[in-house]
């Protein structure tokens, strides 16, 4: 079992970056998959991107793809996203979300556990 936890949201203006970590305790965190979600006021909770367990592939959304990057440095039990030309309509609370099997990463209900988020916001 892991738990993943959330870092580094924040304020942004538009235009700017900020880079996302999730970090799990237990060493068997190198052996699940991680996806990020999102989540805007009024609206469903989103797929944003996901990596597997070895790091060597990726997957993104349409809505971010070529903007955000996803990476892992399973030593660390540490997985990064990295948002660059951030929107406004990038605001939300990001999950980070961690299984060892999803088969379907795109979708949340695959992921055994879950983060309590970290806001967004980015300012127009």
């Known amino acids: 079992q892991v738990q993943p936890v959330e870092s580094g949201g924040g304020l942004v203006q538009a235009g700017g970056s900020l880079r996302l970590s999730c970090a799990a305790s237990g060493r068997t965190f190198a052996s699940h998959a991680v996806g990020w979600f999102r989540q805007a006021p009024g609206k469903e909770r989103v797929f944003v991107a996901a990596?597997?367990?070895?790091?060597?592939?990726?997957y993104y959304a349409d809505s971010v793809k070529g903007r955000f990057t996803l990476s892992r440095d399973n030593a660390k039990n540490t997985v990064y996203l990295q948002m660059n030309s951030l929107k406004p309509e990038d605001t939300a609370v990001y999950y980070c979300?961690?299984?060892?099997?999803?088969?379907?990463?795109?979708?949340?209900?695959?992921?055994?556990?879950w983060g309590q988020g970290t806001q967004v916001t980015v300012s127009s």
């Open positions: 979300a961690a299984d060892l099997n999803p088969l379907n990463y795109y979708l949340a209900a695959r992921y055994d556990y």
């Open positions: 990596i597997s367990r070895s790091g060597g592939s990726t």
